[in-house]
Nanobody, 130 residues
Framework: QLQLVESGGALVQPGGSLRLSCTVS????????IGWFRQTPGKAREAREG???????????TYTDSLQGRFAVSRDIGQNTVYLQMNSLKPEDTAVYYC????????????????????WGQGTQVTVSS
């Protein structure tokens, strides 16, 4: 059974940092491409904003242009976990953050469509506020 479990969400002050974890079971992150998304209140699941993707076959990473530079994705194959490091957080980063397995083991460049992902975690809340 393929499962993804996010953790690490918290309340953080503007300018702060957080590292989210996505622990995967049922498939190796060395094989599967894993993406990060976020969803703000009032938006439908289909409107989840893609953040990044790390490819399973070669570990290459892609990012949404507006977030590259503040966010970084990485993986630990031994722990079968994918991480999202978030720096210089802003109030507009407040959202529920999800990781998901992409149907293909490679990542699209630029825009990440949630329709390209089939298994999702339950999400972790990130709140940026003073």
């Amino acid at each position: 059974q393929l499962q993804l479990v996010e953790s690490g969400g918290a309340l953080v002050q503007p300018g702060g940092s957080l590292r989210l974890s996505c622990t995967v079971s049922g498939v190796s992150v060395e094989v599967a491409a894993i993406g990060w998304f976020r969803q703000t209140p009032g938006k439908a699941r289909e409107a989840r904003e893609g953040i990044s993707c790390i490819a399973g076959n070669n570990g290459m990473t892609t990012y949404t242009d507006s977030l590259q530079g503040r966010f970084a994705v990485s993986r630990d194959i031994g722990q079968n976990t994918v991480y999202l490091q978030m720096n210089s957080l802003k109030p507009e980063d407040t959202a529920v953050y999800y990781c998901a397995r992409r149907r293909s083991n490679w990542c699209a460049t630029g825009y990440q469509s949630p329709y390209d992902y089939d298994f999702w975690g339950q999400g972790t809340q990130v709140t940026v506020s003073s």
